[in-house]
């Protein structure tokens, strides 16, 4: 038996890459073409135009750009500040901190707001520093939406509400990685100047495009924004697609056409749809944790993810364990515990192309690594109460009905 293909399918729940839909695998699997050919422009016009939809943004301008999530971070500082502006920025687990430590290395003044590791962001903290900034010295707030390391959903709306109360011009940006197409997310309505994710997530592609959206506020902004920026400067982009050729280098075209499929299957589905099956997987992992008696590592409800849940194991259980173990006993991927919940907690991911009873398959194997390693779990508990739950929520496919 091959070490790494083992028998069956692999049952992948780490919180991003996600599995891939066989519809964009077959899409994907084609020759190159000439990208300067009518065909590809006239495919990325409608990929521009449909990729808004996933933003809910009718005046922001979509960059498709070959990075992942955090050439997409880099992309969104550099094209809208310069060296020294300073910024308010969260840290709550390991991928704010990676931005944080990004924003640092990028020169900015980051005032860094920190909370303990399963807790949001500290939003009165930012009231009262907004409050206090009658000169307008703070250029932006960045936030990761939801915090794929501990599980966390941030509250945009009420970011949103504390700069217009004070009427503060900061720019508003967005790390929806593990959000967009999977929570709600609205661009326009919340004043995100720009909001980006990666391919590999809630979008379910391979690894490899970075996916950003500007505001028009945001634009006006990379007029004097200072940053050095070459690779990811938008206004080559923008020149492009002043030409209609849209690239300003080779683009993958085999992502396009995967992204093209992507995009029609979420919108076959029902983006509504979309984020409901997401809001009914959450809740179904979140029953089953409870079910094992085990916590889950976000500590209030008004938090929970419906991406992921990092869940919590006992002090005597090392939490890496379960997840080698899972993958050399059942060919199951749970997410690792990382930095400072490293071997204490480990995460399903639930996001992306993925149906209720794949769930029930990755918590009936979590069943079975918990026994594995000496936890006292009752078989069947959390698959119970999923499957109650799921039972009774789940409609008819929308394509089928
Ligand atoms: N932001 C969040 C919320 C993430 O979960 C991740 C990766 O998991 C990143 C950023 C970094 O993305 P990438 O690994 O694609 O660079």
Redesign the pocket.
């Known amino acids: 038996m091959d070490y790494v293909n083992g028998p069956g399918r692999n049952h992948l729940f780490v919180?991003?890459p996600v599995n891939i839909p066989e519809q964009v695998l077959r899409a994907m699997n084609r020759n190159n073409e000439d990208y300067r050919s009518p065909a590809i422009p006239a495919m990325t016009k409608t990929l521009l135009e449909d990729v808004k939809q996933i933003f809910k943004t009718t005046s922001g301008t979509p960059f498709l750009i070959p990075t992942?999530?955090?050439?997409a971070?880099e992309s969104a500082l550099t094209n809208t500040l310069s060296p020294g502006d300073k910024i308010i920025s969260f840290l709550i687990g390991q991928?704010s901190l990676?931005?944080i430590d990004q924003q640092k290395r990028l020169n900015f003044d980051v005032d860094v707001v920190e909370s303990d590791w399963g807790h949001g962001a500290n939003l009165e903290v930012l009231a009262s520093k907004i409050a206090e900034d009658k000169s307008h010295i703070i250029k932006a707030i960045c936030i990761?939406h939801?915090?794929?390391a501990t599980g966390v959903t941030n509250n945009l709306a009420t970011v949103r509400k504390i700069l217009d109360h004070y009427q503060h011009p900061a720019l508003f940006l967005v790390?929806g990685?593990?959000s967009i197409c999977a929570l709600d997310f609205r661009m326009d309505e919340w004043g995100v100047d720009v909001a980006l994710t990666?391919s590999?997530k809630a979008l379910s592609l391979p690894?490899g495009l970075g996916i950003v959206c500007a505001s028009p506020k945001a634009l006006e902004a990379t007029k004097t924004a200072k940053s050095v920026r070459v690779f990811f400067d938008w206004n080559d982009y923008l020149k492009f697609y002043k030409m209609g050729t849209y690239w300003p280098y080779t683009p993958s075209i085999q992502l396009l056409y995967g992204l093209r499929a992507a995009l029609d299957l979420l919108f076959e589905e029902g983006l509504e749809n979309v984020l409901a099956r997401h809001a009914r997987l959450g809740k179904a992992t979140r029953l089953a944790v409870e079910a094992w008696g085990l916590k889950n590592c976000t500590q209030k409800e008004e938090w929970f993810s419906d991406t992921v849940t990092a869940i919590v194991v006992p002090p005597y259980i090392d939490s890496a364990e379960i997840v080698k173990r899972a993958w050399k006993r059942y060919n199951l991927s749970l997410g690792l515990g990382l930095n400072k919940v490293a071997g204490k907690v480990f995460r399903i991911g639930h996001l992306g192309n993925l149906n209720e009873l794949q769930l029930l398959g990755c918590l009936a194997g979590v069943e079975m690594v918990l026994k594995d390693i000496g936890y006292p779990v009752k078989f069947g508990s959390g698959v119970a109460a999923a499957s109650a739950l799921l039972q009774n929520s789940t409609p008819l496919i929308p394509s089928r009905i």
């Open positions: 919180p991003g992942t999530g955090t050439g971070w991928f990676l931005w990761v939801n915090e794929t790390d990685v593990s990666g590999q690894t």
